[in-house]
């Protein structure tokens, strides 16, 4: 797996699968959900106003969003109440969302953290989804999938430091080898940061 922070928005990272999160009682949608939501003009909000989606802890929703974003595919995966989404709960969201990506056949997937990590530091919400996303490798399929997966994640500048020490944090407990990147240059203001 190779994992690359950037600070570009989830909305213009190309790739064959977005993940956003969505908490059960966070109204109206903030954060990147938000951004997401508007650039396909409402229709998030308006699943949730028809309860056809609800942000329950584990529930998938996936989405062509069409022309609207620059992925194929957006899964919206459940976080249940936003202040319950703790450790644990951010481990079985990453274990979740391997086994959905492994099932989807996808290898280049985008992601973005909800907005203030659900009562969480960056750190913390960046480790124990790093920790639920790889504990799940010694399931072959899911194994397989791992080693060819590129995963983008948007965090923007205030949060990039943050994230990178949690995902560290994974790797050395997990004992697992995978490369992580940053890029810190943003696609909408050219060469300079």
């Given at each position: 797996?190779?994992?690359?922070?950037t600070v570009?928005?989830?909305?213009?990272?190309?790739?064959?699968?977005a993940?956003?999160?969505?908490?059960e009682?966070?109204r109206p949608?903030?954060?990147t959900?938000g951004?997401?939501d508007w650039a396909?003009?409402?229709?998030?909000?308006?699943?949730?106003?028809d309860?056809k989606l609800?942000?329950?802890?584990?529930e998938s929703?996936?989405?062509?969003?069409?022309?609207f974003l620059?992925?194929?595919?957006l899964?919206?995966?459940?976080m249940?109440?936003y202040y319950?989404?703790?450790?644990?709960?951010t481990q079985?969201?990453?274990?979740?969302?391997?086994?959905?990506?492994?099932?989807?056949?996808?290898?280049d997937?985008?992601l973005?953290?909800?907005?203030?990590e659900?009562?969480?530091s960056?750190?913390?919400f960046?480790?124990n989804?790093t920790?639920g996303l790889?504990s799940e490798?010694d399931?072959?399929n899911?194994q397989?999938s791992l080693?060819?997966?590129?995963l983008?994640?948007s965090?923007?500048?205030?949060?990039l430091?943050?994230?990178l020490?949690?995902?560290?944090?994974?790797?050395?407990?997990?004992k697992?080898h995978f490369?992580?990147?940053?890029?810190e240059?943003n696609?909408?203001?050219?060469?300079?940061p």
């Amino acid at each position: 797996m190779k994992i690359v922070l950037t600070v570009n928005s989830i909305e213009k990272i190309f790739s064959q699968c977005a993940v956003c999160f969505l908490s059960e009682d966070i109204r109206p949608l903030k954060g990147t959900i938000g951004e997401v939501d508007w650039a396909m003009n409402g229709l998030i909000t308006n699943l949730v106003r028809d309860g056809k989606l609800s942000g329950e802890f584990l529930e998938s929703t996936l989405l062509r969003p069409d022309r609207f974003l620059a992925c194929e595919k957006l899964l919206l995966l459940g976080m249940g109440p936003y202040y319950e989404c703790h450790q644990k709960k951010t481990q079985i969201l990453g274990k979740k969302l391997i086994h959905i990506l492994t099932d989807l056949h996808v290898r280049d997937i985008s992601l973005s953290f909800p907005v203030a990590e659900a009562g969480q530091s960056p750190d913390a919400f960046a480790e124990n989804l790093t920790k639920g996303l790889l504990s799940e490798g010694d399931d072959r399929n899911v194994q397989a999938s791992l080693e060819e997966m590129n995963l983008a994640i948007s965090c923007g500048y205030e949060r990039l430091d943050e994230a990178l020490l949690g995902i560290q944090k994974a790797k050395v407990q997990l004992k697992k080898h995978f490369n992580v990147i940053v890029l810190e240059q943003n696609l909408d203001s050219g060469l300079n940061p």
